[in-house]
Protein backbone atom coordinates (compact mmCIF):
# COMPACT_ATOMS: atom_id res chain seq x y z
CA UNK A 1 0.00 0.00 0.00
CA UNK A 2 1.52 3.43 -0.51
CA UNK A 3 2.09 5.61 2.40
CA UNK A 4 0.65 9.02 3.00
CA UNK A 5 1.94 11.67 5.21
CA UNK A 6 -0.18 14.93 6.05
CA UNK A 7 0.90 18.51 6.91
CA UNK A 8 -1.06 21.85 7.88
CA UNK A 9 0.95 24.43 6.60
CA UNK A 10 -1.35 27.64 6.82
CA UNK A 11 -4.64 28.80 7.42
CA UNK A 12 -6.80 31.99 6.37
CA UNK A 13 -10.07 33.31 6.40
CA UNK A 14 -12.53 32.97 2.95
CA UNK A 15 -13.42 36.65 2.54
CA UNK A 16 -15.33 35.42 -0.55
CA UNK A 17 -17.39 32.69 1.34
CA UNK A 18 -21.21 33.71 2.18
CA UNK A 19 -20.64 32.55 5.73
CA UNK A 20 -18.04 32.60 7.91
CA UNK A 21 -15.08 30.20 6.35
CA UNK A 22 -11.68 29.15 7.45
CA UNK A 23 -9.13 27.95 4.14
CA UNK A 24 -6.65 25.14 5.34
CA UNK A 25 -3.69 25.01 3.58
CA UNK A 26 -2.75 20.99 3.40
CA UNK A 27 0.82 19.32 2.52
CA UNK A 28 -0.08 15.33 1.25
CA UNK A 29 2.94 12.93 0.59
CA UNK A 30 2.91 9.62 -1.22
CA UNK A 31 6.00 7.76 -0.51
CA UNK A 32 8.52 6.87 -3.03
CA UNK A 33 7.50 9.75 -5.58
CA UNK A 34 4.16 7.24 -5.85
CA UNK A 35 1.80 8.10 -8.58
CA UNK A 36 -1.91 9.15 -7.35
CA UNK A 37 -4.54 9.55 -9.61
CA UNK A 38 -7.02 11.13 -6.63
CA UNK A 39 -7.70 10.81 -3.48
CA UNK A 40 -11.15 11.40 -1.86
CA UNK A 41 -10.22 12.78 1.40
CA UNK A 42 -11.84 13.19 4.95
CA UNK A 43 -11.01 14.89 7.35
CA UNK A 44 -12.14 15.42 11.11
CA UNK A 45 -10.73 17.99 13.09
CA UNK A 46 -10.87 18.75 16.66
CA UNK A 47 -9.30 21.18 18.91
CA UNK A 48 -6.94 19.65 22.03
CA UNK A 49 -7.57 22.08 24.71
CA UNK A 50 -4.85 20.36 27.05
CA UNK A 51 -2.23 21.62 24.42
CA UNK A 52 -1.96 24.95 25.63
CA UNK A 53 -1.66 27.17 28.71
CA UNK A 54 -4.64 29.51 29.62
CA UNK A 55 -4.32 33.06 31.16
CA UNK A 56 -6.83 33.99 34.37
CA UNK A 57 -9.49 35.67 31.64
CA UNK A 58 -9.36 33.00 29.70
CA UNK A 59 -9.82 30.39 32.35
CA UNK A 60 -12.80 32.21 33.43
CA UNK A 61 -14.06 32.30 29.87
CA UNK A 62 -14.10 28.24 29.47
CA UNK A 63 -15.16 27.63 32.92
CA UNK A 64 -18.77 27.14 31.68
CA UNK A 65 -16.67 24.60 29.15
CA UNK A 66 -14.27 22.62 31.66
CA UNK A 67 -15.43 23.90 34.92
CA UNK A 68 -13.15 25.21 37.73
CA UNK A 69 -9.45 25.02 36.58
CA UNK A 70 -8.86 22.78 39.89
CA UNK A 71 -10.86 19.99 37.48
CA UNK A 72 -8.80 20.40 34.29
CA UNK A 73 -6.72 17.49 34.98
CA UNK A 74 -10.10 15.32 34.08
CA UNK A 75 -12.65 17.61 32.12
CA UNK A 76 -10.21 19.04 29.60
CA UNK A 77 -11.32 16.84 26.73
CA UNK A 78 -10.87 17.13 23.21
CA UNK A 79 -13.68 19.31 21.87
CA UNK A 80 -14.92 18.76 17.65
CA UNK A 81 -14.27 21.42 15.22
CA UNK A 82 -15.61 20.03 11.87
CA UNK A 83 -15.90 17.44 9.58
CA UNK A 84 -14.99 18.15 6.12
CA UNK A 85 -13.97 16.14 1.97
CA UNK A 86 -12.06 17.16 -0.11
CA UNK A 87 -11.29 15.49 -3.37
CA UNK A 88 -7.32 16.21 -4.10
CA UNK A 89 -6.52 15.73 -7.89
CA UNK A 90 -3.55 13.40 -9.31
CA UNK A 91 -0.50 14.22 -8.53
CA UNK A 92 2.76 12.50 -8.18
CA UNK A 93 4.85 12.21 -5.21
CA UNK A 94 3.38 15.53 -3.33
CA UNK A 95 0.79 17.91 -3.45
CA UNK A 96 -0.59 20.97 -1.46
CA UNK A 97 -4.56 21.67 -1.64
CA UNK A 98 -6.76 23.72 0.26
CA UNK A 99 -9.07 22.22 2.73
CA UNK A 100 -12.35 24.76 3.03
CA UNK A 101 -13.71 24.29 6.77
CA UNK A 102 -17.29 26.40 7.24
CA UNK A 103 -17.58 27.37 10.68
CA UNK A 104 -20.14 28.85 12.89
CA UNK A 105 -20.39 31.69 15.22
CA UNK A 106 -23.16 29.98 17.13
CA UNK A 107 -22.47 30.23 20.87
CA UNK A 108 -23.95 27.38 21.64
CA UNK A 109 -21.60 25.44 19.70
CA UNK A 110 -18.57 24.11 22.08
CA UNK A 111 -15.90 25.06 19.63
CA UNK A 112 -16.92 28.59 18.97
CA UNK A 113 -17.11 29.06 22.49
CA UNK A 114 -13.37 28.02 23.29
CA UNK A 115 -12.37 30.14 20.44
CA UNK A 116 -14.25 33.18 21.48
CA UNK A 117 -12.67 32.48 24.88
CA UNK A 118 -9.15 33.21 23.62
CA UNK A 119 -7.62 36.26 24.17
CA UNK A 120 -4.11 35.35 22.01
CA UNK A 121 -2.30 32.93 20.98
CA UNK A 122 -2.61 30.04 19.13
CA UNK A 123 -5.83 27.11 18.93
CA UNK A 124 -4.26 23.38 19.14
CA UNK A 125 -5.79 21.50 16.69
CA UNK A 126 -5.48 17.62 15.50
CA UNK A 127 -6.14 16.64 11.69
CA UNK A 128 -7.27 13.06 11.60
CA UNK A 129 -7.45 12.02 7.93
CA UNK A 130 -9.03 8.82 6.25
CA UNK A 131 -10.59 8.19 2.43
CA UNK A 132 -9.77 6.39 -0.61
CA UNK A 133 -6.75 6.93 -3.17
CA UNK A 134 -6.43 5.78 -6.72
CA UNK A 135 -3.07 4.69 -7.20
CA UNK A 136 -0.31 2.94 -9.71
CA UNK A 137 1.64 3.94 -12.75
CA UNK A 138 0.32 1.32 -15.42
CA UNK A 139 -3.57 1.49 -14.03
CA UNK A 140 -5.57 1.71 -10.93
CA UNK A 141 -5.58 0.86 -8.16
CA UNK A 142 -7.56 1.20 -5.03
CA UNK A 143 -5.89 1.89 -1.81
CA UNK A 144 -7.61 3.11 1.46
CA UNK A 145 -6.13 6.22 3.29
CA UNK A 146 -5.11 4.26 7.09
CA UNK A 147 -6.91 5.79 9.79
CA UNK A 148 -4.11 6.76 12.05
CA UNK A 149 -3.07 9.00 9.76
CA UNK A 150 -3.14 12.69 11.67
CA UNK A 151 -1.47 16.12 11.59
CA UNK A 152 -1.19 18.74 14.13
CA UNK A 153 -1.53 22.16 13.66
CA UNK A 154 -1.22 25.51 15.91
CA UNK A 155 -4.20 28.04 14.26
CA UNK A 156 -3.65 31.62 15.02
CA UNK A 157 -6.56 32.96 17.33
CA UNK A 158 -6.64 36.05 14.84
CA UNK A 159 -7.61 34.28 12.17
CA UNK A 160 -10.71 32.96 14.02
CA UNK A 161 -11.08 36.67 14.64
CA UNK A 162 -10.85 38.05 11.15
CA UNK A 163 -13.01 35.18 10.29
CA UNK A 164 -15.72 36.39 12.17
CA UNK A 165 -15.05 40.33 11.63
CA UNK A 166 -15.23 39.46 8.14
CA UNK A 167 -18.89 38.16 8.48
CA UNK A 168 -20.52 40.03 12.46
CA UNK A 169 -18.41 42.99 12.51
CA UNK A 170 -18.53 44.25 15.85
CA UNK A 171 -21.46 42.14 16.93
CA UNK A 172 -22.14 38.66 18.26
CA UNK A 173 -24.55 36.19 17.55
CA UNK A 174 -26.98 34.36 19.31
CA UNK A 175 -29.35 31.61 18.77
CA UNK A 176 -33.34 31.82 20.10
CA UNK A 177 -36.10 29.54 19.83
CA UNK A 178 -38.43 30.36 17.36
CA UNK A 179 -41.58 31.68 19.72
CA UNK A 180 -38.53 33.69 20.98
CA UNK A 181 -38.17 35.25 17.56
CA UNK A 182 -41.46 35.10 17.13
CA UNK A 183 -42.38 37.73 20.29
CA UNK A 184 -39.25 39.99 18.62
CA UNK A 185 -40.48 40.44 15.84
CA UNK A 186 -44.35 41.27 16.88
CA UNK A 187 -42.58 43.22 19.27
CA UNK A 188 -40.36 45.38 16.84
CA UNK A 189 -43.19 45.89 14.77
CA UNK A 190 -45.18 47.24 16.98
CA UNK A 191 -43.11 49.25 18.17
CA UNK A 192 -41.81 50.35 14.61
CA UNK A 193 -38.32 49.98 16.06
CA UNK A 194 -35.72 50.16 13.26
CA UNK A 195 -33.44 47.75 14.09
CA UNK A 196 -32.77 44.15 16.22
CA UNK A 197 -30.45 46.52 18.15
CA UNK A 198 -32.98 48.86 18.94
CA UNK A 199 -35.42 46.09 19.94
CA UNK A 200 -32.86 44.62 22.25
CA UNK A 201 -32.24 48.10 23.82
CA UNK A 202 -35.92 49.10 24.09
CA UNK A 203 -36.46 45.61 26.09
CA UNK A 204 -33.70 46.14 28.64
CA UNK A 205 -34.98 49.74 29.17
CA UNK A 206 -38.06 48.34 29.81
CA UNK A 207 -39.81 50.40 27.19
CA UNK A 208 -43.51 49.56 27.87
CA UNK A 209 -43.18 45.61 27.50
CA UNK A 210 -46.17 43.60 26.55
CA UNK A 211 -48.24 42.08 29.71
CA UNK A 212 -47.16 38.78 28.47
CA UNK A 213 -44.39 39.12 26.76
CA UNK A 214 -42.42 35.61 26.60
CA UNK A 215 -38.92 37.48 27.43
CA UNK A 216 -40.49 38.76 30.56
CA UNK A 217 -41.36 35.24 31.56
CA UNK A 218 -38.11 33.78 30.88
CA UNK A 219 -36.31 36.44 32.90
CA UNK A 220 -38.87 35.79 35.88
CA UNK A 221 -38.17 31.86 35.77
CA UNK A 222 -34.53 32.67 36.10
CA UNK A 223 -34.96 34.60 38.82
CA UNK A 224 -33.13 38.05 37.37
CA UNK A 225 -34.40 41.89 37.96
CA UNK A 226 -35.60 44.27 35.83
CA UNK A 227 -33.44 46.55 34.34
Known sequence: MTAFSFACTGVRADQYAAGPTLVFRLRVTAADNARVHALALR???????????????????LADLFGERSR??????????????VMVPSFTGEIETDLVVPCTYDMDIAASRYVTALTDGEVPLLMLFSGTAFTGDGGFQ???????????????V?????????????????????????ALLAYRSRHALPS????????????????????????????????
Not at 43 to 61: F, M, S, T, V
Not at 211 to 221: E, F, I, K, N, Q
Open 72 to 85: WGSTLQPVQFAQVS
Open 43 to 61: CQIRIEPARRGYEPAEADG
Open 142 to 156: VEPVPWDREAAFRMP
Open 158 to 182: TAWREMVEQHFPGCGWIRLPRDTMD
Open 196 to 227: WEATVAALLEGADPPAHDPLRALTATTGRTDP
